[in-house]
């Protein structure tokens, strides 16, 4: 690679988590079945909600929204690693480079607006039930998931403008499974100090105003859960919320592993908070939101059982 401006900067080398032979193979049939149980399980959730008329509601259409962010997530990512790591050439092209990190950063935003929608939608539906069916109508959550969807959109494409005035020179390998805005930052030979400050305010700002309306959420939640005299009714008000309270402590836990600390600390042990965030994650989801959940568990008993049907007549 060459000194002089991005756009001599031809291509990078994605390494990937290692170059021994014996352990690619291990990581090969390790991401491939994550991506395959993240696929059919986010899949299967998508028709189950889809086709069943009892979770054509708010929640559940976040719900389907998170899923399908989820298999957009690894499919921009898992794919490619998949290729290199049963592959003698590991380059990706720099636009190539810049569209993974561009799908990244909306995505990863995205689920960010998803998951604060969805504790505001429990808290309404535990603190304020006389009021669900106004504040959560359909209209309304199809108006503020467009409005999150094109928020994700625009910042996504601003940070990656924002990385094509970066220079890179020197090393073009990235021992990582994906091109992500701290690695590349790191490869850069231009003055970084910019952009990550730009990263850094604009990202406290996406990301910390929806985790306070989650925390909000939940300290109100937690409140109404406490006044309810009966043990099993409690119970019941904190299932309803413990499936996304494990997704939200696992997604946010793991992004502020990898992105809050300074770029000069970052370094090879943060991949695996980032394979966390990026693999394990949407892998998980399905079969948090599903376990005990009775309507989904229904909804996909009769999918499941309807397919069969049709098969077999």
């Known amino acids: 690679m060459h000194g002089g401006n991005q756009s001599e900067t031809s291509e990078f080398l994605l390494l990937g988590l290692s170059e021994s032979p014996k352990e690619q193979r ?53 794919p490619n690693t998949l290729v290199n790591l049963q592959s003698q050439n590991k380059a990706i092209s720099y636009a190539g480079c810049l569209t993974q990190l561009y799908f990244l950063v909306s995505l990863v935003t995205l689920d960010n607006f998803i998951l604060a929608k969805m504790a505001y939608d429990r808290y309404v539906a535990i603190c304020r039930p006389l009021h669900y069916v106004t504040a959560m109508n359909p209209g309304l959550c199809i108006l503020l998931l467009t409005l999150c969807w094109g928020l994700s959109v625009l910042y996504g494409l601003f940070l990656t403008l924002f990385m094509t005035k970066v220079t890179f020179c020197g090393s073009r390998k990235i021992h990582y499974i994906f091109c992500e805005m701290y690695v590349l930052l790191r490869l850069a030979c231009s003055n970084t100090q910019v952009i990550h400050t730009v990263q850094i305010t604009t990202g406290c700002f996406i990301f910390f105003t929806p985790l306070g309306i989650m925390i909000m959420s939940y300290v109100w939640i937690a409140r109404a859960i406490l006044r309810i005299p009966s043990a099993s009714s409690k119970y019941k008000a904190f299932s309803t919320c413990a499936s996304h309270l494990a997704v939200v402590s696992l997604f946010y836990g793991t992004l502020g592993m990898v992105y809050l600390q300074p770029l000069q600390t970052y370094s090879m042990k943060d991949s695996v908070a980032t394979v966390m965030y990026a693999v394990v994650t949407p892998m998980m989801n399905p079969f948090i939101y599903s376990l005990r959940n009775k309507d989904m568990h229904g909804a996909l008993g009769r999918l499941l059982l309807g397919k069969a049907f049709q098969r077999f007549t």
């Open 26 to 78: 291990i990581l090969f049939w390790m991401f491939l079945s994550m991506y395959l149980v993240t696929v059919v399980g986010n899949v299967l959730i998508i028709l189950a909600i889809s086709f069943d008329p009892h979770l054509h509601t708010p929640m559940y259409l976040l719900l389907a929204n998170l899923s399908l962010t989820d298999l957009f997530f690894v499919t921009n990512t898992i």
